[in-house]
């Protein structure tokens, strides 16, 4: 297994349009996440599944903000009607719950830039 | 609410030199530390974690300690190496927010040659 994927690497956008981003887990991982980073700022908590349920999604920053797991295996994270102030690294993280000892394992992010 | 923050947003070292980078936390019901690395253009990568229950954990070049007085949490780096290069992120998690990590502001760590 070569880790969480995360596709596309990169999005440039034009506000107003819509984009979906997606995350390949580890594939024995039952938890997924989903934060988004600013420049300088450290990870900020979107969403969380725990397998298929959707667990936690207050976070969503709008209700813009959708993101699915349909068959608790890889998810995907849309944003509706882009802002520019959306433009921000959207990160994908997976992780085996077996205690509270959770080692989250991030793919390296999907870029966005509305413009 | 629950924050992470850290001292010093910029670290510069000498090559062969023992880093520390510290970090504060404010929630008393934290039980679970974890520090991360990220280099550029990639995701965070943990490197170390400890409970609340400890005070000390050592790994491979890195030590955590947890002062949990102060709640306080720094991170040692011996003989800190040019591929130590990158942003140190803490983070938090709690019995009651069990789904999600908090995350700090980050460090970044300079290693001169």
């Known amino acids: 297994d070569t880790g969480v994927s995360q596709n596309p690497r990169h999005k440039i956008t034009k506000r107003g349009q819509n984009v979906t981003f997606r995350c390949d887990p580890i594939?024995?991982?039952?938890?997924l996440y989903w934060y988004r980073q600013t420049l300088g700022q450290g990870p900020e908590f979107l969403t969380y599944?725990?397998?298929?349920?959707?667990?936690?999604k207050s976070r969503l920053l709008s209700d813009r903000f959708s993101a699915e797991r349909p068959k608790g295996s890889f998810s995907t994270l849309e944003i509706q009607r882009t802002e520019q102030g959306d433009s921000a690294m959207y990160l994908c993280?997976?992780?085996?719950?077996?205690?509270?000892?959770?080692?989250?394992?991030f793919g390296s992010g999907t870029q966005l830039s509305v413009l | 609410g629950e924050s992470v923050g850290l001292h010093l947003p910029t670290l510069s070292v000498q090559e062969g030199d023992n880093s520390i980078i510290n970090c504060a936390y404010s929630?008393?019901?934290?039980?679970?530390f974890i520090w991360y690395k990220q280099e550029s253009g990639k995701g965070p990568q943990f490197i170390i974690d400890?409970?609340?229950?400890?005070d000390k954990r050592q790994g491979q070049r890195v030590t955590v300690l947890l002062n949990k007085t102060v709640k306080h949490l720094s991170l040692q780096i011996a003989a800190t190496q040019p591929g130590d290069s990158a942003v140190y992120f803490c983070?938090?998690?709690?019995?009651?927010?069990?789904?999600?990590?908090?995350f700090g502001d980050g460090t970044t760590l300079t290693v001169k040659p």
């Open positions: 993280a997976s992780s085996l719950l077996s205690s509270t000892n959770e080692k989250l394992f």
């Open positions: 594939s024995e991982h039952n938890r």
């Open positions: 599944f725990q397998n298929e349920a959707q667990l936690e």
């Open positions: 929630n008393s019901a934290s039980d679970y």
């Open positions: 400890i409970r609340s229950n400890m």
């Open positions: 983070a938090e998690k709690n019995c009651t927010n069990a789904g999600k990590s908090t």
